[in-house]
């Protein structure tokens, strides 16, 4: 038995429910014609557990509007939901289950990038769909592209690439650049010193073990460089803890804070002082300008009680694509909806956003735009209204030519 | 230079005092029962989140000396129901049952109080700066190494000078003789695991005000207190004492240097005093091994 | 324990063969009967690359009587060596597990040389700290093992037997038949050696290690030993993980790791043979089945390590064996 959207929600369910269904043989209720099987794979638990959670909601919100209208190809959705725990060999041994034992016909994930990648030679090998709503590295649509692989978030690169501009725009051209270790602070860090070196820059950067609680060594050492604007590369927990001792050692009076990319989810986990600098949203709430976001976010917000996030959006335009892509093919087969997906715009109700939003046919990621703007406490008494939107880059625009990421697409024969 | 590495020996100190009071906890447990506490990072969460729930209704100060006291009482009532059944077995059954329990109270985290981070406001008054010059010292930070001073020396007090202390203390030494002499070695280990409790919820609450609260709040404070104790010498408090703050500085002062090798620079220490001193800074011979 | 050592690794040979005779019939016919009752090879896969870390582990725990916490430090290394192998030297199986296996299997014996003077908790304690080390230079070193996101980029190779081609690249069933086969020789090896004379040392030891010291037996040096073999094996597992999901990462090192690896053992019954293969098909299949259920899955795991240990302490096969354990 797997979760599925269209019976019941994730999660809290009493022991004995689930000695109920431990007990029972899986049965599938026969309901005329076999309905769509989604399989999505994401770290539920785990340090990534608050992104992976709003995803998973925007795709069964998304599964449960369209059940009530058409499904997709006129069959009903189903969504299974397995959770990778944040480790490789479960999410990979998950996607093995979903493609062998319950027949998915398309799979989502994961958070992490590292596990979409190992789920995605998984899928490739299968011939089975795949869709990576929100698993950053570049190499995923880039060296390591895949025909039957898209992406719906945006790349790290990508990220950098439109808050450079504007941070140097508005504040100066001398960074400092505090950075996690490991592939994707670098391939981050690598991104904003490309622009920036562009624009005529300068930098200095550190970098520091991922999981870092105490910044102030770091701190001390960019005080005495006296930067334009102080670059907070860091991710999750490490991320907050380093806008909160940036705001405690009075440094926003020198110097201001920036950064890639930010998350609905962690400013809810900082505290109000230090709730500041300039960063980049994959998506938000707020565009007066695009009357479809308005009455998303007033349906979302009923039929879910929250605000939605770029996470739950991601998840959302996952489900939407299949639809759309299938409904283009005329069929859920691998090869087909890839082929279909490609180039494929999103009509307004699901892009949510100004401009053309599509598949790019090089590289396999969505052409989203990104929007850069500064955090600050909420305005008025609307806990989300933490975040005000200074300019929407396009996503083409920072993504640079196909050329440049890598990816050499090779089709199936 | 000079300036850099003296304030970073500072630091270091103020982030040993930390692992020190987590270390300790451990310890204690460890000595007399001879159970590895694999959920005390969890005790910490627990604490932090406790203080979390009670902010509102009786302020942070409340909080900090309410919250230790509820994660103590937490602690006993776990160590009658479950840690008890399994002293003077094989510890690997000490260490399945910790390492349960500290999958079920992660779980519980997450459940209640939801898989997102939360902020702990902590009194304005804390937040601030010494002085300009000193823009990197918080008031918090000071307040975090007084309350750990505070603890640290209430803990040697309590052992040194109160009836349970120089219990505890003697059955660390001899728990047969302990008993033979007539004190109730099960309600004994029983206080000692709460006071162990007490100094993580403790942990958990400065914690909360530092880092913030997420179920997996405590799991990275683990390991560095599992190597305080390794390095200090296992049985002796003293030991764990200078083995958190060793960690410590040695975390800091390589910030200086190699920022990138901070985390690892802690596992180094605990193999070269494996190597050359294998029974720890203070550890005694034949203790535990 | 009451009970002679020998007995109680082999309760009475004709139940020892039946009980082998079954558990090798349920292995073999595992694609037949396992998509029937709701499973996927992958899960039989995991099962045996669990098991035989399991029963890898339980040579220390359950017949020398040694509670080491940091297994899957042994495990993570045989995945990093393979793969690295594989990526790096040459697209070859066989020599990739070898590399595994070497390398698990020298860091295992270097660290044992530290550590085989400590006992109990401490023991534990300091395989678990060392895990971490290891844990820790797999996550820190980006250029070599991909740090944090995990070493990506080979994929297991077709056998090549001289005179024909086994392609457990592509085909699901044939790597299942693989992974049996190392699965088989390796467990056979594993018999060997506990009916050797060395492998009744090592249960002499575990009953009582004062009374074999004064029979002049070098218990360190025995430990030392049992521990070395225990980690190459348990490194060999590891490479298998490595190539079931052509993909090595930190967490295959991560002290959570070696806890269910702990967990397995005990569960099954650490004095019986196939005590942690027994566990380890619980587990898997318990957490694959929970996790798909309720995304509170870690609560039902917890509890399952504090059922096991305060009410079936002797595992599953202990009890029923009705012997062995406490």
Redesign the interface.
């Known amino acids: 038995m797997t979760q599925t959207a269209t019976t019941h929600g994730l999660g809290r369910r009493t022991m004995l429910q689930t000695a109920l269904v431990l007990a029972a043989p899986p049965i599938i209720s026969a309901r005329g014609e076999t309905p769509v099987r989604i399989g999505m794979v994401d770290p539920l638990t785990g340090i990534l557990s608050a992104l992976a959670a709003s995803e998973v909601e925007g795709a069964r919100y998304a599964v449960g509007r369209l059940n009530k209208k058409n499904g997709i190809l006129g069959r009903q959705i189903e969504l299974l939901v397995e959770d990778s725990a944040n480790d490789v060999g479960t999410g990979v041994q998950k996607t093995h289950k979903l493609i062998e034992r319950d027949k998915v016909d398309v799979i989502f994930g994961d958070v992490n990038s590292g596990i979409a990648y190992a789920m995605s030679q998984v899928t490739n090998e299968a011939k089975v769909f795949h869709i990576v709503p929100g698993g950053h590295t570049d190499p995923i649509t880039g060296t390591d592209c895949k025909w039957n692989v898209f992406r719906i978030c945006n790349t790290t690169s990508m990220d950098a690439a439109a808050t450079t501009g504007e941070l140097v725009r508005r504040f100066g051209k001398k960074f400092f650049f505090i950075t996690p270790d490991y592939a994707y602070g670098h391939t981050l860090q690598d991104a904003f010193i490309k622009r920036l070196k562009a624009l005529g820059g300068e930098y200095e950067a550190e970098q520091l073990p991922i999981n870092t609680a105490d910044f102030s060594a770091t701190l001390i050492k960019a005080k005495a460089y006296k930067p334009n604007v102080l670059l907070n590369n860091m991710g999750g927990l490490a991320q907050i803890n380093c806008m909160k001792q940036f705001t405690q050692f009075g440094m926003e009076r020198e110097m201001h804070l920036g950064g890639a990319l930010f998350e609905l989810e962690t400013i809810r986990a900082v505290p109000r002082e230090a709730q500041a600098g300039t960063w980049a949203m994959e998506w938000w709430w707020e565009q007066p300008d695009v009357p479809e976001v308005g009455a998303f976010v007033a349906d979302f917000r009923k039929a879910t009680g929250k605000t939605p996030s770029a996470r739950h959006w991601f998840g959302m335009v996952a489900v939407e694509s299949v639809r759309l892509a299938a409904e283009k093919a005329g069929s859920l087969d691998g090869p087909k909806l890839s082929l279909a997906m490609e180039d494929m715009a999103l009509p307004p109700e699901v892009a949510l956003q100004p401009g053309r939003i599509f598949y790019r046919a090089g590289d396999h990621e969505l052409m989203a735009n990104i929007f850069v703007g500064d955090a600050h406490p909420p305005a008025g008494n609307n806990p989300d209204a933490v975040f005000t939107v200074t300019s929407v880059v396009p996503g083409e625009k920072a993504a640079g030519p196909v050329a440049d990421t890598g990816c050499k697409m090779v089709h199936p024969a | 230079m000079f300036q850099l590495v003296l304030f970073n020996v500072t630091n270091g100190l103020i982030i040993g005092a930390f692992y020190v009071l987590m270390a300790l906890g451990l310890s204690l447990i460890l000595n007399l029962s001879n159970v590895i506490n694999f959920a005390h990072g969890n005790f910490l969460a627990l604490g932090g989140y406790m203080a979390f729930v009670l902010t509102p209704y009786i302020g942070f100060w409340g909080a900090l000396l309410v919250s230790p006291l509820l994660t103590a009482l937490f602690g006993f009532v776990i160590e009658r129901l479950m840690i008890r059944r399994v002293y003077g077995r094989d510890p690997v059954y000490s260490l399945l049952l910790t390492f349960g329990l500290a999958f079920i109270m992660q779980d519980a985290c997450r459940y209640i109080w939801g898989p997102n981070g939360l902020p702990m406001n902590v009194p304005d008054l804390l937040a601030q700066p010494l002085t300009a010059d000193l823009f990197f010292i918080t008031w918090y930070r000071i307040f975090m190494v007084a309350i750990v001073i505070v603890a640290v020396a209430g803990l040697f007090a309590f052992l040194r000078y109160t009836r349970v202390g120089i219990r505890i203390r003697a059955g660390t030494l001899d728990l047969d003789t302990v008993n033979a002499l007539g004190v109730n070695v099960g309600m004994l280990r029983s206080l000692n695991f709460a006071v162990g409790s007490l100094l993580a919820g403790l942990a958990g609450v400065l914690a909360a005000g530092q880092i913030g609260l997420n179920p997996n709040m405590g799991d990275d404070l683990l390991m560095p207190s599992f190597i305080a104790i390794i390095v200090g010498g296992v049985g002796s408090l003293t030991g764990t004492l200078l083995g958190g703050l060793l960690i410590g500085v040695a975390a800091a002062l390589t910030t200086v240097v190699w920022p990138a090798a901070s985390e690892a620079v802690i596992y180094v220490i605990m193999l070269v005093v494996l190597v050359v001193r294998p029974r720890g800074l203070l550890g005694e011979e034949g203790m535990l091994t | 324990m009451s009970v002679t050592t020998a007995d109680a690794v082999r309760p009475l040979p004709g139940r020892r063969w039946l009980t082998a005779a079954i558990v090798w019939a349920l292995l073999l016919s595992v694609p037949a009967w396992l ?1 029937m009752l ?6 039989a896969a ?1 099962v045996l690359v669990l098991g035989l870390a399991a029963m890898s582990f339980n040579l220390l ?1 359950g017949f020398t009587g040694v ?1 080491s ?1 940091g297994h899957a430090a042994y495990f993570g290394l045989g995945a990093y060596g393979a793969g690295l192998t594989l990526k790096y030297l040459a697209a070859s199986t066989p020599l990739a597990m070898l590399m595994g296996v070497l390398l698990g299997g020298v860091a295992g014996t270097l660290f044992g040389l ?2 085989v ?6 023991f ?3 395989t ?2 060392f895990g ?2 290891a844990f ?2 797999a ?2 070193w ?1 250029d070599l093992t ?5 070493l ?2 080979f ?1 297991r190779a077709p056998l090549d037997l001289g005179f024909a081609t086994i392609d457990i690249a ?1 085909n ?1 069933i044939a790597f299942y038949y693989f992974l049996l086969a190392v699965f088989a020789v390796a467990t056979g090896l594993q018999g060997l050696l506990l009916a050797s004379p060395f492998g009744r040392t090592l249960l002499a030891i575990r009953e009582n290690e004062r009374r074999a010291r004064f029979l002049g037996i070098p218990i360190e040096r025995h430990i030392w030993m049992s521990f070395s073999i225990s980690c190459a094996f348990t490194a060999l597992a590891g490479a298998l ?1 490595a190539l ?4 090595a ?1 930190p ?2 090192l991560h002290y959570t790791l070696s ?1 269910e690896i ?2 397995m053992a ?1 569960m099954g019954g ?1 004095r019986a043979f196939w005590g942690p293969l027994v566990g380890a098909t619980l587990f898997v299949v318990a957490q ?19 059922l ?3 009410f079936f ?1 002797r595992g599953l096969l202990g009890m029923l064996q009705g012997r062995g354990g ?1």
Do not use: E, H, K
């Not at chain 3, 709701?38 to 899960?43: E, F, H, I, S």
């Open positions: 998509p709701g499973g996927y090879t992958a899960l995991r725990l509670m916490f530290l550590i003077r400590r006992r109990g908790v401490y534990a304690m300091v678990v700290a971490q080390i820790y230079i996550y820190s980006n991909g740090g944090y996101d995990g990506r980029g994929t592509n699901d993980y079931l999901n052509n993909f990462d967490m295959g806890g702990v967990i005990v650490m694959d089945y929970i996790s798909s259920i309720t995304v509170n899955w870690m609560s039902f795991v917890g509890l399952i390590f504090v096991v240990v305060l302490p406490r």
